[in-house]
Nanobody
Framework: QVQLVESGGGLVQAGGSLRLSCAAS????????MGWFRQAPGKERAFVAA????????NYGDSVKGRFTISRDNAKNTVYLQMSGLKPEDTAGYYC????????????WGQGTQVTVSS
C-alpha cells in the first residue's frame, strides 16, 4: 500500500498563491503517476493535474492551465502543486492520489486539504 498525506491548504485572497504538498510513504517504488484532484461542495470530483513519476511529464486540467504547476521530488517521495492566480472558483478540497504498478486507475488517496479563495 501507499499512504498519502496532503498539506498546505488554507485561506487566500483572490489572485494569491498557495503551494500544496503530498508526501507518499509505504510502497512508493510502485508509483507510476501522482495526481491532484479537487471537489467542491455539491460538485463532482475534478481532475487538476498529474505528473509521471519517472520523467516528470505533467498534464493539467483546462481550468488550471497556466496558473498551476505540478512538480515532484522523487528523493522525498513528495509531489507539489503550486497554485497562482487563485480564483474563488478554485475553492475546494484538494486530494492527491497515486497510480501504481498493476493498477488501472488511481489506487490510493490522501485525506485532502481545504483551499478557500476569498473574493
Amino acid at each position: 500500500q501507499v499512504q498519502l498525506v496532503e498539506s498546505g491548504g488554507g485561506l487566500v485572497q483572490a489572485g494569491g498563491s498557495l503551494r500544496l504538498s503530498c508526501a507518499a510513504s509505504g510502497r512508493t517504488f510502485t508509483i507510476l503517476r501522482m495526481g491532484w484532484f479537487r471537489q467542491a461542495p455539491g460538485k463532482e470530483r475534478a481532475f487538476v493535474a498529474a505528473i509521471n513519476w519517472s520523467d516528470g511529464t505533467p498534464n493539467y486540467g483546462d481550468s488550471v492551465k497556466g496558473r498551476f504547476t505540478i512538480s515532484r521530488d522523487n528523493a522525498k517521495n513528495t509531489v507539489y502543486l503550486q497554485m497562482s492566480g487563485l480564483k474563488p472558483e478554485d475553492t475546494a478540497g484538494y486530494y492527491c492520489a497515486s497510480w501504481n504498478k498493476g493498477g488501472l486507475k488511481y489506487d490510493y488517496w490522501g485525506q485532502g486539504t481545504q483551499v478557500t479563495v476569498s473574493s
